[in-house]
T-cell receptor, first 110, second 117 residues
C-alpha cells in the first residue's frame, strides 16, 4: 500500500451514527496524526497518536493505531452535520516531512 | 487563539510570470512548511524550513521554487516562471514552539488559491 492510503474515499451517514475511517501506511513512523478540512479551508489538527500508543481519545474522537499492520482508524461517535468535512491521516517517519493520505470525504446528513 | 495567516487568498497570474505567496506563521513557532493541494485532492509536501534554512524538500520543490524568511514574521514561497500545472491551493503551516520538536502538530493557514492562465 502507499503511504497514507485511506478508505473509504467517501462516507455518507445520518446524524447520530458513528463514522469510521481507515488509514494504512508503508514505512515505520514516529507518530500518526488526523486532520480535518472543511471545503476551501486549511487543515485543522484533530489528534496525534505516537507509535508506542495503541488508542487515544479526544471528545467524540477515538483513534487506534496498529503498528504491526501499519494501520490506523478514526472513529467519530454520535456524528453531527457539522462534522461534514474531509479527514486526512498524516504520518511522520524520521525528519520533518508530514505525509498526508488521500482523505475521506465524510457527509453527515441531518 | 493564534493563527497562521496567508495572503493573498486568491492569486491569478499568467503562465511564465513569477508569484510570491506570503505567510505569517504563529509567532513562537520554529518550524515552517509549504504544502499544496490540487483541486481538493491529496495534500502534497513541498518544503520544510527551520533555523533559516531548508530542512527537507520534496521532488516537486525544484529550482522553480524558493522559500525565504525575510524578517522575523514572514515566510514566503516564490514560484518562478509559473506553469499551468502550478494551479493549486498552497498552504503554509507552522509548528513547534521552543522546546518542542518536529513531532508537534501543524497549524495551517487557509491557503492561497493560485490560478495560472
Amino acid at each position: 500500500s502507499q503511504q497514507g492510503e485511506q478508505d473509504p474515499q467517501a462516507l455518507s451517514i445520518q446524524e447520530g451514527e458513528n463514522a469510521t475511517m481507515n488509514c494504512s501506511y508503508k514505512t515505520s513512523i514516529n507518530n500518526l496524526q488526523w486532520y480535518r478540512q472543511n471545503s476551501g479551508r486549511g487543515l485543522v489538527h484533530l489528534i496525534l497518536i505516537r507509535s508506542n500508543e495503541r488508542e487515544k481519545h479526544s471528545g467524540r474522537l477515538r483513534v487506534t493505531l496498529d503498528t504491526s499492520k501499519k494501520s490506523s482508524s478514526l472513529l467519530i461517535t454520535a456524528s453531527r452535520a457539522a462534522d461534514t468535512a474531509s479527514y486526512f491521516c498524516a504520518t511522520r517517519s524520521s525528519g520533518s516531512r508530514l505525509t498526508f493520505g488521500e482523505g475521506t470525504q465524510l457527509t453527515v446528513n441531518p | 487563539e493564534p493563527e497562521v495567516t496567508q495572503t493573498p487568498s486568491h492569486q491569478v497570474t499568467q503562465m511564465g510570470q513569477e508569484v510570491i505567496l506570503r505567510c505569517v506563521p504563529i509567532s513562537n513557532h520554529l518550524y515552517f512548511y509549504w504544502y499544496r493541494q490540487i483541486l481538493g485532492q491529496k495534500v502534497e509536501f513541498l518544503v520544510s524550513f527551520y533555523n533559516n534554512e531548508i530542512s527537507e524538500k520534496s521532488e516537486i520543490f525544484d529550482d522553480q521554487f524558493s522559500v525565504e524568511r525575510p524578517d522575523g514574521s514572514n515566510f514566503t514561497l516564490k514560484i518562478r516562471s509559473t506553469k499551468l500545472e502550478d494551479s493549486a491551493m498552497y498552504f503554509c503551516a507552522s509548528s513547534g514552539a521552543q522546546g518542542e520538536t518536529y513531532n508537534s502538530p501543524l497549524h495551517f493557514g487557509n491557503g492561497t488559491r493560485l490560478t495560472v492562465t
